[in-house]
């Protein structure tokens, strides 16, 4: 194994369903209802998925909802600002916890 | 090897190429092969020239301002007899540049004459050029239908495919043909959109970035149209060319299979229309043409109405582009 990410791995996806065919079937038909048009449109859906798949750095997710949001419509001027979204909060929940530092700093010290 | 898009067979070549299942045999999977065409045929599209302003990144034509070929006068007037013979009541024009044939109003004169209904397809930046400028009016005199290219309703994503300053240009002739009536509430002239992607990927669900289209062009520019048809880019031509250098091809193909939709195959549009080159052959649609697949009857000027009803589509790879997801004409969304 050269590395532990290959684009063709993507397309083996499937066979997480070879030990495990009921879980699979079942996670597959929920992941499916999930990106239907709802409350939210599919566009929608597929641009938050593009930005937590930034969020999590997955680069199996990041190939298919780059894909995915334009296949919805969307442009690259959206799918970065989705990917902000993403930067802010990953980037805002290290700072919010700047508080619990304090709280520790605060209860130690003088 | 590098497709060689001058020719047809290196073209197909390519298609075969890729590894995946053919149409062909996708076809016989679903008992839907030979595909043949309709009891009668409504649309005849002929392709009246290659020349074009505009050399787009996804053209399956290869158009461009150094090609040369354009249908004569002689090749329209039997097109408009085959026209008037078969009953066939709505006459495509597209090309290249349709405008850029000398000879394009008198077509668009004589086929009304004889009463049929006239698309016209337009990149929009040619009527920006004094010498064509006068051809909205013309247009809508004749109550031609035209059906404007353009692929997206951002500056940064129409020019980067179709080349610096066309969205700028294709709005300003939208706003023209506006001010005449176009794409207006009420008004019977009909302007409608083209949407295509920005490279190697399906195009959206029609009616959603069709909204999207509206909102934008209307808030930013007080522009309005009739409706936007989705079309997908096919791997033929300049488009099959970009998928084979940026390694895209493979993967193109198998999500064009992937995405295969048997609903699509009854109203694929080679089904309802017979497509003439600028030299007066006969093909199944404009990207036969391009891959020089021929049908029968061979050319216009021999051309039966019973060879045109019910006659076996030739059919190659390039097809699936037409029956992914939502399927893919030159009208739009198939299902």
Not at chain 2, 164 to 181: A, H, P, R, T, W
Not at chain 2, 226 to 233: C, D, E, R, V
Request: proline content about 4%; glycine content about 8%.
């Amino acid at each position: 194994m050269d590395t532990y990410y290959n684009p063709a791995d993507l397309a083996k996806f499937s066979t997480m369903g070879e030990e495990a065919p009921d879980l699979w079937q079942k996670f597959m038909a929920y992941y499916g209802a999930v990106f239907e048009n709802g409350a939210l449109t599919a566009r929608e859906k597929a641009l938050i998925a593009l930005a937590v798949a930034h969020a999590i750095q997955c680069p199996y997710c990041i190939d298919a909802y780059t894909q995915g949001a334009l296949e919805k419509g969307a442009n690259e001027a959206q799918m970065t600002e989705a990917i902000h979204v993403a930067c802010a909060i990953r980037g805002g929940a290290a700072l919010v916890h700047g508080v619990q530092m304090k709280n520790v700093a605060k209860k130690i010290g003088f | 090897m590098n497709v060689n898009v001058t020719s047809p067979f290196s073209q197909l070549d390519t298609l075969e190429s890729v590894g995946i299942k053919t149409f062909v045999e996708k076809l016989k999977e679903i008992q839907a092969f030979p595909l043949k065409s309709g009891d009668h045929i409504n649309i005849m599209q002929i392709n009246i020239g290659k020349v074009c302003n505009l050399s787009c990144k996804h053209c399956h034509v290869e158009a461009g301002p150094q090609r040369t070929e354009i249908m004569s006068q002689e090749i329209m007037a039997q097109c408009l007899q085959v026209m008037n013979d078969h009953q066939i009541k709505t006459l495509d024009i597209t090309g290249g540049a349709p405008e850029l044939n000398p000879n394009h109003q008198w077509l668009i004169r004589q086929a009304t004459e004889i009463n049929r209904h006239v698309i016209t397809r337009c990149n929009l930046t040619v009527l920006n050029d004094k010498n064509y400028a006068h051809l909205p009016e013309f247009y809508a005199e004749h109550k031609v239908e035209v059906v404007a290219s353009l692929p997206y309703y951002t500056q940064k994503n129409t020019d980067r495919m179709r080349g610096d300053g066309v969205f700028q240009s294709s709005i300003e002739v939208l706003k023209q043909l506006n001010k005449l009536g176009y794409g207006r509430e009420g008004s019977d002239l009909k302007l409608n959109l083209v949407y295509n992607p920005g490279g190697a990927f399906l195009p959206p669900a029609q009616q959603g970035i069709e909204a999207d289209f509206r909102r934008n062009l209307l808030d930013q520019y007080g522009i309005t149209f009739n409706s936007l048809y989705a079309i997908g880019n096919f791997p033929v031509g300049r488009f099959l060319t970009f998928l084979q250098k940026s390694g895209n091809l493979q993967p193109y193909m198998e999500k064009l299979v992937a995405a295969f939709n048997p609903e699509t195959v009854s109203g694929v549009m080679c089904r309802d229309q017979i497509s003439v080159s600028w030299d007066g052959y006969l093909f199944d649609c404009d990207f036969n043409q391009m891959l020089n697949l021929s049908c029968k009857p061979k050319h216009i000027s021999d051309c039966k109405a019973e060879d045109l009803n019910g006659r076996e589509i030739a059919v190659h790879n390039h097809c699936y582009a037409c029956t992914a997801g939502s399927g893919s004409s030159c009208g739009g969304a198939v299902v």
